[in-house]
């Protein structure tokens, strides 16, 4: 249900822009911290990274209680063990981090192709446009499991699953950005430039990207999201990172099965991760309301 | 209004064609049939080896383009080869692909029909909005397998609440009866997902439509609020949720992975995976080229939509 619900939920976003009429007083910090939903997101996310960086402090996650295998919840062990003795908070954070770390690293690659791809095509037109949409159209329809499999048939490592994910993320902001960047083409400061005799390069980078920064620092965000939920899907569908090294999608797809017997293995983890898409879901949409105006 | 029909399809087709192919050549390149087949105890020999793999056309020692070429002009003709072990993959196909439907298409448009109508709903009373709003962005932020084993504690709560088995959830289930309980849950977790991706897109859609000068008409002769929304206003604002839908529709076997592995059911999305475990190409590139295809059908079925929904539009 990810490969299908996320093309089309940015899709639905972008509609929601239309016609919307609020005033536009201040600058955009200002605007963002009245927006409720975008407050709620920061604070939410600010709270997991400082859980994630420091809570797990004085834990390993790679130790064994030997005396303790599979055992609910208890004050020593607050969110339980594994049956090989792992203590589930330590391993969560853990998750957390990695999954955290391969999200921001995969998001903000991606809305970076996005960024030059989407610009380029969307100034520079005809067969580099038609060519870089078609690449981005293939893209939306070819499983990701698929290349995964062909690329890292016996696990993936880090840096293989950042690239993978940066590679399914960027078509979606590519196609807002060139939207954008065709509009700001026929603006009359980018004509300006381009009369000054001002290169492509030039235009592009000190012209059309700093005006596209809202969408982008908006779209990263949401794409930062995306990129942990498509980590953690692909862990569970058994493509993830290689044992012993854990991220929230592993312990997930370890958890899942005994869910219903011991489910202090599945929630944690799996709460982790609801908590994390959703701090950054309201950030995203709070910034795509205040930054993503028509230029 | 065909013609341009005929056209976004056919950009469509190549697309689905290119897809496809990409999916075979992939898949073809980068599994090793090869390697399964020598790994099986006790090893056969060595020409019984090269003789299978290239009976099946998967031996690597024929270039890669003659294979795309003989499975290329199999697949335009509905046959897509054969599996590894070796099934006609167009025999196992349709038995997957009704898998696959039967658990997600109910689920599919319940969601959405729900989705529209609480979208719809909420746009007029804010009351509700900010309690959906919530719901929906909770809802969409867990990711759908998280959500299917949720729902299977709780089931399991109550049933053990109610003394029952009122939910059931591993396995088909024998009998109609009993097929329909098992569908009872996939159908809600997809349900969900969808209806909190509907209502929040159709209560954009509404709240763009309060302002509209059609509804203001439609009011000012003295139409409820109500009336006027649901009878005049509703009908322009699905046109864009119709043609969100056909796209849903195409992208559906993209998603049922994640339903089929939770629920343990084995249709096209628990197929691809498990071919890919077992190094099978001829079966992923199956899968992929009908994910490819249904695309240009859900065009096909946005067009029709609009036609409906708008009639005299020419697009």
């Known amino acids: 249900m990810m490969g299908l619900a996320h093309p089309l939920r940015r899709r639905a976003r972008h509609f929601r822009g239309f016609g919307r009429l609020r005033p536009r007083e ?37 130790a064994l209680d030997l005396t303790a295998l599979r055992e609910p919840p208890s004050a020593r062990h607050w969110f339980g063990t594994t049956g090989t003795g792992r203590d589930m908070f330590a391993l969560s954070l853990r998750g957390m981090r990695r999954s955290l770390a391969v999200g921001l690293a995969a998001g903000l690659l991606a809305t970076a192709i996005a960024a030059v791809a989407g610009a380029f095509a969307g100034l520079v037109g005809g ?11 293939l893209l939306l329809v070819l499983p990701g499991v698929l290349l995964v499999a062909v690329l890292a048939p016996e696990g993936a490592s880090w840096g293989t699953v950042v690239l993978l994910l940066a590679a399914f993320l960027w078509p979606l902001t590519a196609r807002a950005v060139r939207a954008q960047a065709r509009a700001l083409a026929e603006r009359e400061f980018v004509l300006a430039a381009l009369y000054l005799g001002a290169s492509r390069r030039r235009v592009v980078l000190r012209h059309l990207l700093p005006n596209l920064t809202g969408l982008l620092v908006a779209d990263a965000t949401v794409n930062v999201g995306l990129a942990v939920v498509g980590e953690s899907g692909l862990a569970f569908l058994g493509f993830g990172v290689r044992p012993p090294d854990v991220s929230l999608g592993t312990l997930i797809a370890d958890g899942t099965s005994a869910a219903t017997v011991h489910p202090w293995l599945f929630v944690p983890p799996a709460v982790l991760l ?22 | 209004m065909l013609v341009l029909l005929v056209r976004r399809c056919s950009s469509a087709l190549v697309l689905a064609a290119v897809a496809a192919s990409l999916g075979y050549l992939l898949a073809g390149a980068g599994l090793d049939p090869r390697a399964r087949l020598e790994s099986a105890r006790p090893r056969p020999p060595q020409a019984a080896i090269e003789a299978e793999l290239t009976a099946l056309n998967l031996n690597d020692r024929t270039p890669l383009h003659t294979r795309y070429l003989t499975w290329a002009s199999g697949a335009v003709r ?3 080869g054969r599996t590894l072990r070796g099934a006609p993959v167009s025999g196992e196909l349709p038995r997957r692909l009704r898998t696959s439907l039967f658990l997600l298409l109910p689920g599919t448009v319940l969601g959405a029909v729900l989705g529209v109508l609480l979208g719809a709903f909420s746009a007029l009373h804010p009351g509700t909005d900010k309690a959906l709003t919530m719901l929906s962005h909770v809802l969409l932020a867990t990711p759908v397998f998280v959500l ?8 399991q709560h109550v049933n053990a609440a109610t003394g029952t088995h009122l939910f ?32 929040r897109y159709q209560r954009s859609l509404m709240r763009e439509l309060v302002e509209a000068e059609h509804v203001k008409a439609a009011r000012a002769r003295g139409l409820g609020l109500h009336r006027a929304f649901f009878k005049h206003g509703l009908r ?5 949720t119709a043609t969100f839908f056909a796209y849903d529709l195409g992208l559906l076997l993209l998603g049922a992975a994640f339903i089929e592995q939770a629920y343990g059911r084995h249709g096209m999305g628990a197929w691809l995976l498990d071919s890919l475990r077992e190094a099978d190409p001829h079966p992923v590139a199956a899968c992929i080229a009908l994910a490819a295809l249904l695309v240009p059908a859900a065009t096909v079925l946005a067009g029709i939509a609009h036609r409906v929904l708008v009639p005299g539009s020419r697009a």
């Open chain 2, 168 to 199: 059931q959830w591993t396995g088909d289930g024998t009998g109609l009866a009993s097929r329909l309980q098992h569908l009872v849950l996939p159908t809600v977790t997809v349900a969900l997902v969808q209806a909190a991706l509907y209502s």
């Open chain 1, 26 to 62: 201040g600058g955009p910090a200002r605007r963002a911290a009245r927006d409720r939903a975008a407050v709620c997101g920061a604070v939410l996310l600010a709270a997991l990274l400082l859980l994630a960086l420091s809570g797990a402090a004085g834990r390993d996650w790679r």
């Open chain 2, 148 to 155: 299917a084993v949720l729902l299977q504690l709780g089931a």
């Open chain 2, 78 to 80: 509905g046959d897509f």
């Open chain 2, 236 to 240: 322009v604002a699905l046109v864009p």
């Open chain 1, 274 to 295: 609801t908590l994390i898409v959703l701090a950054v879901n309201l950030l995203g949409d709070g910034l795509h309301r205040v930054l993503d105006r028509d230029p």
């Open chain 1, 127 to 137: 067969l580099a446009d038609r060519l870089l949409m078609g690449a981005a159209d």
